[in-house]
């Protein structure tokens, strides 16, 4: 449906972001394999800001870290397919917040990311 609206032109009046289903990865390769799915359903060749969606204190270590999927989302930014990365999650509860900024420096650092960190509605858990 986005796909076809994004036609005649309007792909490049708007911003497009999604968020990839960082639970439903069980291998390195589901990264890719996602996004590239929906960049197909998008009818897309970017995606302008793509959130890693759910991240909590289970799926940082057992799936982002144990995949290096920041490696992978270092591909996809220089390789074009999207063009910011960010999270959505209540991760930062899970670090003080000097911390938390030191590891996402860190990130920053070794991947060429930018990090986006955008807020969860108030009252709703990730």
């Not at 911003?15 to 069980?26: D, E, G, M, N, R």
């Amino acid at each position: 449906m986005v796909g076809k609206a994004l036609k005649d032109g309007y792909a490049e009046k708007v911003k497009l972001a999604t968020k990839s289903p960082v639970w439903l990865i069980k291998q390195p390769e589901d990264f890719d394999k996602y996004l590239d799915e929906q960049l197909g359903k998008l009818q897309a060749k970017t995606i302008d800001f793509y959130l890693l969606h759910s991240l909590n204190k289970n799926s940082w270590p057992n799936i982002v870290q144990k995949f290096n999927l920041f490696e992978r989302v270092d591909a996809a930014l220089k390789d074009g397919r999207i063009q910011h990365i960010g999270f959505r999650s209540m991760m930062i509860m899970l670090f003080s917040s000097k911390s938390w900024m030191a590891l996402m420096a860190g990130i920053s650092a070794r991947s060429n990311i930018t990090i986006w960190i955008l807020p969860t509605r108030p009252g709703r858990a990730a």
